[in-house]
Structures are given as structure tokens and as C-alpha cells.
């Protein structure tokens, strides 16, 4: 295994690519063999990485900066020829190596803008959804807000008074419906569901079967729900279910409103 390396700013160099010939070849063939330096070539790797991303931007050392550019400079610079067989630099090969000055490290603050723009890019993205997100929140809650307004001022709603059985959990209650907006918004507060079961509320039509409003665990709860369309409730109950709920009324009354 060949030493380490003496210059600190080989790394940084390496890292940047901008490292060639023996010395690359030298310095890698080190590094797969010495833990150590792999390590200090990683955080030179970050180093660079911060150079493009971090503000305020992470300066390289003066050594490493002055290695660049003059490696820049020297491929800008066409290869020495003998001076009887060298022709005068014409004016076209002269802006080109101007023009290799410049495009070099231009590429490089390209890169680096390119790399800011795409993190900017993906900030404003997150942003923007984030923000979309929040609207469609907002609209949810005030379209919600309007239809317990109108529920509860619309003249076609009837409000259901829902009284506690004999030996039942102790609660009081009201539904309010409205055969319009097929809506029915439940208010109410019962002693808390025991373990493993749930209140449920139902619709009991003139004619056909119970139909589920939900079901709900017994403190103060508020909800509104829309069920079928042309339902004519004869009464509210509160019955206490299987934790989940049934598909029909299985369990003891609990409370319980006839429409007038
Ligand atoms: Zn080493």
C-alpha cells in the first residue's frame, strides 16, 4: 500500500473531479486500501456537495482553488509545439481558448443552479400542495357548516326529542331530519358505550326495516349523516350494539323519540 497523501486539498480535488493522470490514479488506488482516507474523501465529497447547496455557500481553501484553476487554464492552453513548426495564433484559436475560460467554470455555476433550482422547485411543489391541501379542508368545513345551517333552519326539518328507557344507560338526546336534504343530524350526550360495544342510532321507517345513522361512543356527540332518499321515520332509537355496529338493531334500547 503506497502512503498517504501529504496535500490535504487532494481530496477536495478528487471529489471535484478535477484530479487527473498519476495523481488520480495514485490517490484512488489509496484510498480502496486505507479506510481512513476513504473516509476523509466522503467528507470532501460532502464538502463539494455543500458548495453547490448551502447558503452562505462553503469555500474551498486558496491551494485547492488555485489547483483548479490552473488545470483549467492549462486545457485551455493547446499542447506546446516546436517553436520553428509553430504558426502564429490566429485570432480564431485565441477567442477560442478565451471562450474555454469562460464556458468551464460556467458549466460548473450551471450545474450548481440547475442542482438550487430543482430543490426550490420541489420546496414551492410541497408548498403548493400543502397549501391545496388546507383549501380543500377549509371548503369541506364550510360546505358542512352551510348544510347544518340550513338543516337547521329550513322549515321542512323536524326535531325528534330522544327519552331514556327504564334500566338503560342514563343520556338525553335529539335528532333532527329533514325528508328534502335526506338528512338527519344526531346532539346528544349518553354515559360512555361499555368496553367492546357502541351506540348506534336508527332511522325506523312507517314501513320496512330500521336503517342505520351511525354509531357513535356516548359522550357528547354531534354528527349529521345523509341517508336514503323518501324515508318516512315513525321513530329514533339509540340502541347499544357489538363494538362496530350491526345491520340491524340486535341490542337493548337506550333511547328512544317518536315523530309527532
Ligand atoms: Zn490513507
Given at each position: ?17 478535477a ?130 345551517a ?5 322549515q ?23 325528508a328534502?336534504?335526506?338528512m ?37 356527540d ?39
Amino acid at each position: 500500500m503506497n502512503a498517504h497523501p501529504t496535500r490535504d486539498e487532494d481530496f477536495d480535488l478528487l471529489a471535484l473531479g478535477a484530479l487527473e493522470g498519476d495523481e488520480k490514479q495514485a490517490l484512488e488506488a489509496h484510498i480502496a486500501a486505507c479506510a481512513d482516507c476513504a473516509r476523509r474523501l466522503a467528507e470532501a465529497r460532502g464538502r463539494v456537495a455543500l458548495l453547490s447547496l448551502a447558503a452562505p455557500p462553503v469555500r474551498p481553501s486558496p491551494a485547492v482553488k488555485q489547483r483548479l484553476m490552473n488545470q483549467i487554464r492549462a486545457s485551455a492552453e493547446p499542447a506546446p509545439q516546436p517553436r520553428a513548426a509553430r504558426p502564429l495564433e490566429s485570432p480564431r484559436s485565441a477567442s477560442r481558448r478565451w471562450w474555454n475560460a469562460i464556458l468551464i467554470p460556467a458549466g460548473v455555476a450551471l450545474a450548481a443552479l440547475t442542482i438550487f433550482l430543482w430543490r426550490e422547485n420541489r420546496l414551492l411543489d410541497a408548498q403548493l400542495a400543502a397549501l391545496r391541501a388546507s383549501m380543500n379542508d377549509q371548503q369541506h368545513q364550510l360546505d358542512e357548516a352551510r348544510e347544518v345551517a340550513e338543516l337547521m333552519t329550513s322549515q321542512n326539518t323536524i326535531t325528534v326529542a330522544l327519552a331514556e328507557q327504564p334500566g338503560a344507560p342514563k343520556g338525553a338526546a335529539h335528532v333532527m331530519y329533514n325528508a328534502k336534504m335526506n338528512m338527519v343530524m344526531y346532539d346528544g350526550a349518553i354515559a360512555p358505550a361499555p368496553a367492546a360495544k357502541t351506540y348506534q342510532l336508527w332511522l325506523v321507517p312507517v314501513k320496512g326495516n330500521p336503517v342505520s345513522c351511525g354509531t357513535f361512543s356516548g359522550q357528547p356527540d354531534h354528527w349529521m349523516v345523509k341517508v336514503p332518499e323518501g324515508m318516512s321515520p315513525k321513530e329514533f332509537a339509540v340502541t347499544l350494539e357489538p363494538a362496530g355496529g350491526m345491520p340491524h338493531p340486535t341490542g337493548p334500547t337506550v333511547l328512544m323519540g317518536s315523530v309527532s
